[in-house]
């Protein structure tokens, strides 16, 4: 049985990854860090939990020791538009972690699972069905950091034995927390505008197209992977995953199929949208379906009606 750390575990993902690999090896198998504690008490309170700084190695390490840790899912950074509004910080947190928790790893023995994303590539690589090998000149810190991230995971494994897996994600959309300072955060805040307004201003332009996966995949993904027989995987870390491209129109355009009314408008942030025009318009993911078995479940309009269901019905219980 897994014996499993989270860093960053009260996070967009880390918060419903925590509660799905709790429910799959047992609650005390799973430890949750993040560097504060004022959120999402369940989390907190539903198993082992420490206050860290994913820096601080020496922490790091006393907690792996202390729970017989194997695999840590190494989760805590700065997402592209708040590490764009402050570079040395997002260099200092994504970077500076990651190599804290590896070297933890090596000195410990663990497995690594670290997400990599869609914004490590830039505007020279090839913007349609982009292969999982291909150029990565991004323009934004976010990205740069995701490179030297995979890089850093790669000579992890290549130099001394660590179990280092990944994936890169796209934009990712939850119904359960909300966004934390991403580009593609305008996928999330619309389904929750249309329930409550009827009305969403997006801060990207109408007909920009970016990759996306409903939160569910994004946790299987993850899982998968860190699952698999290592002798299978040829690439190990940064595979590309992917399971829907849309624009803002075509999602607006699924919303009225359940909220006819509903409007969308357009106030453009300059730097969020100069970082979307230098992402892929979708990712070509056959290296993750061939070595592991990669396979989404969700598409746009299975998205938006589950989405839709799930925030009107917790819309209605708390109107209660």
């Not at 792996?64 to 764009?84: F, K, N, P």
């Not at 990205?143 to 030297?148: E, H, L, R």
């Not at 990759?211 to 569910?216: G, Q």
Request: net charge negative; glycine share 8%.
């Amino acid at each position: 049985m897994k014996r499993i750390l989270l860093t960053g575990a009260l996070g967009q993902i880390g918060s419903e990854l925590t509660a799905a690999l709790r429910e799959r090896y047992g609650t005390g198998n799973v430890v949750a860090s993040d560097i504060r504690d004022d959120v999402n008490r369940e989390i907190i309170e539903s198993g082992p939990f420490h206050i860290l700084d994913c820096r601080d190695g020496g922490k790091t390490a006393e907690i792996v020791r202390a729970h017989g840790i194997d695999t840590i899912y190494h989760l805590a950074a700065l997402l592209s538009a708040t590490a764009e509004a402050h570079p040395q910080k997002g260099w200092d947190i994504n970077i500076n972690g990651l190599y804290s928790v590896l070297e933890v790893a090596r000195e410990n023995n663990c497995a690594v699972f670290t997400p990599s994303s869609i914004g490590s590539f830039g505007p020279t690589t090839l913007k349609d069905y982009t292969p999982q090998d291909s150029i990565q000149r991004p323009t934004s810190m976010y990205g740069v950091t995701k490179v030297a991230g995979e890089l850093l995971c790669d000579y992890y494994h290549h130099k001394f034995g660590v179990d280092t897996r990944g994936v890169r994600y796209p934009g990712l959309i939850s119904n359960k927390t909300p966004p934390g300072g991403g580009t593609t955060d305008y996928a999330v805040d619309i389904y929750y505008a249309a329930v409550e307004k009827g009305r969403y201003t997006c801060f990207l332009k109408s007909d920009t197209y970016l990759d996306m996966m409903y939160m569910p995949d994004a946790l299987k993904a993850a899982i998968d992977i860190m699952e698999q027989d290592p002798e299978k995987l040829r690439h190990r870390n940064a595979f590309n995953v992917t399971a829907m491209s849309f624009c803002p129109e075509d999602q607006a355009a699924y919303i009225r199929k359940y909220i006819p009314g509903f409007e969308i408008s357009y106030n453009v942030d300059p730097i969020r949208q100069a970082i979307a025009n230098s992402w892929p318009n979708n990712m070509e993911d056959y290296a993750a379906r061939v070595e592991w078995g990669w396979s989404p479940e969700y598409d746009l309009e299975m998205m938006t009606r589950d989405m839709l269901e799930t925030l009107q019905q917790r819309r209605g219980k708390e109107g209660k």
